[in-house]
């Protein structure tokens, strides 16, 4: 069986990176052109600095904007940049059907708990800043849905499904 590899992001939520980068370029270019002096120009510039180390901090470390899963045989591996992997048996996880909403939209996704905390997450939440961060933590894992990643689950014997449609 190949591999399937899957980002955990949709690609929309994914490129508000970028769009965030290019805010902080025009706002450098502003501050570079029209600052009163050298002094404010510098002092604005590493201000700036500052605010886009923080904002690639929460995108790439709390938010794992850049994460992806990988589906094998027996196997769901999360990859990430600054991370070490993590393998999960089907049998630890319980997987649900769930919501992902970002601030540019609001889609079914597939989403995988951990059975070690008893816990169903059923909607991740990235438009509100801290609620992704406690599910990213715990290491709950979640992906879009596509056809070819739901007919390779629902043959999983040993993967839990859990009907949210009660909840």
């Not at 169903?120 to 939440?125: A, G, H, K, M, S």
């Amino acid at each position: 069986m190949k591999k399937i590899k899957v980002l955990m992001h949709t690609p929309s939520n994914f490129s508000t990176y970028f769009v965030v980068l290019i805010m902080f370029a025009v706002g450098g270019f502003f501050i570079w052109r029209n600052a009163y002096d050298d002094t404010w120009r510098w002092i604005g510039m590493a201000l700036l600095a500052v605010l886009f180390i923080l904002a690639s901090w929460l995108f790439l470390k709390l938010f794992r904007i850049f994460d992806w899963l990988v589906f094998t045989e027996n196997t769901v591996e999360r990859h990430s940049l600054f991370g070490k992997k993590l393998t999960y048996q089907y049998s630890e996880l319980y997987a649900c059907v769930g919501l992902y909403t970002s601030v540019v939209e609001s889609k079914k996704c597939l989403i995988f708990a951990p059975k070690r905390f008893n816990k169903i997450v059923t909607r991740i939440d990235t438009s509100k800043f801290g609620n992704v961060i406690p599910v990213n933590r715990l290491n709950f894992i979640y992906c879009p849905m596509k056809d070819k990643i739901i007919d390779l689950l629902r043959t999983r014997q040993a993967l839990e499904w859990v009907d949210t449609s009660a909840m």
